[in-house]
Every structure is written in structure tokens, then in C-alpha cells.
């Protein structure tokens, strides 16, 4: 059994699933719901979000409805191609990330909003102390 004792900077809830953002736009989210009830019947107090998409990306959580998206390009927050950020959890009902304009994006040859190589994003949630 762990130490309980110990102070640990992010530790995973495991009875939590990771969130897997698809990322297929420069324009569009796709609304993925975000299990609000689990998630703070767990007791989390943050999330790590991963990038392993070959682009900058966009992603940002919102309650209510899922016809309530808010914009996401340029007003949530912004993770680089194979980073990994740990941020205070908002605990949102939904979550929705865009690609980026940036030198190599590989956005779509034909000039829509598509990317040519879809990716994701990877949100863990979990707790520091």
C-alpha cells in the first residue's frame, strides 16, 4: 500500500478514464462530455493535458449545454506539440480543441479547415499535494 503520508506534485485518479480530445479542425472542436460528477466524487484537484499531436493547439472546457461552445481558437489555453501541462482543474461538462496556425501545421492541402493528419489530446486528471 502507498505512503499516504507523502507529498506527491500530480498523482492520477484512477478511477477516472482519460479524456481523449480529438483534434481534427483549425476552425471546429468536437464537444467531448466530461464525466463533472465523477470527477469530483474522486476528490481531483487537477488535470495534466498532453499534446502528442505534431501542432499547437487550443483547448478549453465550458459548462452547460454542448450547443453552448464557446470560441475555443485563441481564448482557451494553448499547449505546444509534445508537451505536457498540469493545471488547477476547472472541472468543465465539456471540452473541445482546435489546431493552430503555426509554421508546420499540416493542415490540408485542398485549403479547408481539415487537417490532413488528425491528433488529440490526452487529459488525465488526478490530485497534487
Given amino acids: 500500500m502507498a505512503d499516504l503520508s507523502r507529498s506527491f506534485p500530480f498523482r492520477r485518479a484512477l478511477v477516472i478514464n482519460p479524456i481523449i480530445i480529438p483534434v481534427t479542425s483549425l476552425t471546429a472542436g ?4 466530461v464525466d463533472a460528477a465523477a470527477i469530483k466524487a ?3 484537484t487537477s488535470f495534466k493535458m ?4 505534431p501542432y499547437w493547439v487550443w483547448y478549453r472546457g465550458w459548462n ?5 461552445m464557446p470560441t475555443i481558437k485563441e481564448m482557451g489555453h494553448y499547449i505546444a506539440p509534445g ?7 476547472q472541472i468543465p461538462d465539456w ?3 482546435v489546431a493552430a496556425v503555426e509554421p508546420g501545421v499540416p493542415a490540408a492541402a485542398d485549403g479547408s479547415n481539415v487537417l490532413t493528419v488528425p491528433g488529440r489530446l490526452v487529459m488525465i486528471y488526478g490530485s497534487g499535494s
Avoid at 64 to 68: F, K, L, M, R
Fill in 64 to 68: 452547460g449545454a454542448i450547443g453552448s
Fill in 50 to 53: 498532453c499534446n502528442p499531436s
Fill in 83 to 89: 508537451a505536457t501541462d498540469i493545471n488547477t482543474s
Fill in 42 to 44: 474522486a476528490g481531483v
Fill in 30 to 33: 468536437s464537444a467531448v462530455a
Fill in 95 to 97: 471540452i473541445a480543441a
